[in-house]
T-cell receptor
Framework: DTAVSQTPKYLVTQMGNDKSIKCEQNLGHDTMYWYKQDSKKFLKIMFSYNNKELIINETVPNRFSPKSPDKAHLNLHINSLELGDSAVYFC?????????????FGPGTRLLVL | KQEVTQIPAALSVPEGENLVLNCSFTDSAIYNLQWFRQDPGKGLTSLLLIQSSQREQTSGRLNASLDKSSGRSTLYIAASQPGDSATYLCAVRPRGSTLGRLYFGRGTQLTVWP
C-alpha cells in the first residue's frame, strides 16, 4: 500500500495553462506539505496544512493555491504556468501531535512547462 | 534564518568502505534533525531522525550523530554497498519554527561501485 501518493507522476504542459496536482496519504497523519525541488536538486517548502488549516505559506507566487478538502488530501493548483515553474513537486506528510515527526514523501510530480 | 550545508557534494567509493557524510547548520537551536535518502527519479525516504536531546541514532549499517553546540551532524555508513548509491539529504527543524518546517541541505550524491 502506498503511504503518500501523488498524481500525475509526469505533467508536460504549455505556458499559460492551469494545472492541478493531487496528493493523498493513508497514514492518518495530521500534517501535509508541498515542496518544490529545482533543477539543482534544492528542496524548499511551499505550503503546509495541519488538520486542514494552512500553517506554512512560503513566499510563492499567488498563482499557486493549495487546497485541503480533508486531512488525507492536499492538492496544489497552479494558474498561468510559467517556464520557471518547471520542477519536481513533492507532497509529504507527518504526525505532529504526539508523533515522531518523521516526514513521509510521495514519489514526486515532474512538471515541465514548454 | 537557518542554513544547512552538506559536504561533500559528491562522493564515489568502492564497495566495502566505511564512509562519513557531513551536515552543518548555522543555528544550533534545533528541535530535531533528519537524514533522508533520495534515489534518482524517486521521492525521499527517511533514514534517521535525531531529537535535539539525543546524540545519535542507529539503524542497521547507518549511524547518525548530532552535536548541537557545533552545529554538526554526521551520517556514518558501514561496509558500503552498491545499493547505497543515492543522494543523502540532511534537514533540520529549528526550535520555535512553524510546526514541521524543515530546512534542507543540497545533499551528498553517493556512488558505491562494485
Amino acid at each position: 500500500d502506498t503511504a503518500v501518493s501523488q498524481t500525475p507522476k509526469y505533467l508536460v504542459t504549455q505556458m499559460g495553462n492551469d494545472k492541478s496536482i493531487k496528493c493523498e496519504q493513508n497514514l492518518g497523519h495530521d500534517t501535509m506539505y508541498w515542496y518544490k525541488q529545482d533543477s539543482k536538486k534544492f528542496l524548499k517548502i511551499m505550503f503546509s496544512y495541519n488538520n486542514k488549516e494552512l500553517i506554512i505559506n512560503e513566499t510563492v507566487p499567488n498563482r499557486f493555491s493549495p487546497k485541503s478538502p480533508d486531512k488525507a488530501h492536499l492538492n496544489l493548483h497552479i494558474n498561468s504556468l510559467e517556464l520557471g515553474d518547471s520542477a519536481v513537486y513533492f507532497c509529504a506528510s507527518n504526525q505532529i501531535a504526539g508523533g515522531p515527526e518523521t516526514q513521509y514523501f510521495g514519489p514526486g510530480t515532474r512538471l515541465l512547462v514548454l | 534564518k537557518q542554513e544547512v550545508t552538506q559536504i561533500p557534494a559528491a562522493l564515489s567509493v568502492p564497495e566495502g568502505e566505511n564512509l562519513v557524510l557531513n551536515c552543518s547548520f548555522t543555528d544550533s537551536a534545533i528541535y530535531n534533525l533528519q537524514w533522508f535518502r533520495q534515489d534518482p527519479g524517486k521521492g525521499l525516504t527517511s533514514l534517521l531522525l535525531i531529537q535535539s536531546s539525543q546524540r545519535e541514532q542507529t539503524s542497521g549499517r547507518l549511524n547518525a550523530s548530532l552535536d548541537k553546540s557545533s552545529g554538526r551532524s554526521t551520517l556514518y555508513i558501514a561496509a558500503s554497498q552498491p545499493g547505497d548509491s543515492a543522494t543523502y539529504l540532511c534537514a533540520v527543524r529549528p526550535r520555535g519554527s512553524t510546526l514541521g518546517r524543515l530546512y534542507f541541505g543540497r545533499g551528498t550524491q553517493l556512488t558505491v561501485w562494485p
